[in-house]
């Protein structure tokens, strides 16, 4: 009940194309979802979060989508650049708890 | 703001030594910290969580005697890999979060690559 489980693996998308990374939990506890960029050979970087009492942000080209009754939660990327190429992790928590982390997907942005 | 800081960044040592790293909040206090393992292409793993002034958290699994964490201040942290062998050769990464007042963010630190000959 404490997993999280992202999906896909890996994604390779034109540059100006839309990537999308899905995730998906069964704990309704949860109430913190961040998503996390990861660079090769760095540590992650928070791009974004979202609580539950919401079903939509946006920071920039980043946005989630919260879909509370379905339990899974997902991060839209606008008019990817190869500059986006990482590895996106989701995660969830239940406030102030440790983060549950997803297993990633490695995103590949060409020209 | 809320940068993380880890030193060192690479470290080689030989099987048996123990080695050190220091994980630092250096604009914000961090009551909380963390230390994470990543292997190649997978995902974080929490090791263990610790509070200033008071004793880690370990994961299961995480042998507290072989990895001791220190959290001596508000933003320093430290790790220490005791007796190191090459099955401990990983990407060894922080994350501080701030006090009161926030969510449940956690900002990383950029990592320290430990290699085990």
């Known amino acids: 009940q404490q997993q999280v489980k992202q999906s896909p693996q890996s994604l390779i998308v034109q540059k100006g194309g839309i990537p999308i990374i899905n995730c998906a939990y069964e704990?309704?506890?949860?109430?913190?979802f961040p998503w996390y960029q990861q660079f090769p050979g760095k540590g992650p970087a928070l791009l974004i979060a979202i609580r539950p009492d919401v079903s939509e942000k946006k920071e920039g080209r980043f946005t989630i989508s919260f879909n509370k009754s379905a339990k899974q939660f997902s991060l839209h990327i606008m008019d990817s650049q190869p500059g986006d190429s990482a590895t996106y992790f989701c995660a969830a928590s239940i406030i102030p708890d440790k983060l549950i982390f997803g297993t990633g997907t490695r995103l590949q942005v060409f020209p | 703001g809320a940068v993380v800081s880890q030193h060192p960044s690479r470290v080689i040592c030989k099987s048996g030594t123990s080695v050190k790293i220091e994980c630092r909040s250096l604009?914000?206090?961090?009551?909380?910290m963390f230390w994470y393992r990543q292997f190649p292409k997978q995902s974080l793993m929490l090791m263990a969580t610790?509070?200033?002034?008071?004793?880690?958290?370990?994961e299961q699994g995480v042998e507290k005697d072989k990895f001791l964490i220190n959290h001596a201040s508000l933003t320093l942290s430290t790790l220490t890999v005791t007796s190191a062998h090459p099955e401990d050769s990983s990407f060894y990464i922080c994350s501080a979060r701030p006090g009161q007042g926030r969510y449940n963010e956690q900002f990383f630190g950029p990592g320290t690559r430990l290699t085990v000959l």
């Open positions: 610790s509070n200033e002034g008071s004793k880690a958290t370990y």
């Open positions: 704990n309704t506890a949860f109430d913190y």
């Open positions: 604009d914000f206090q961090a009551t909380t």
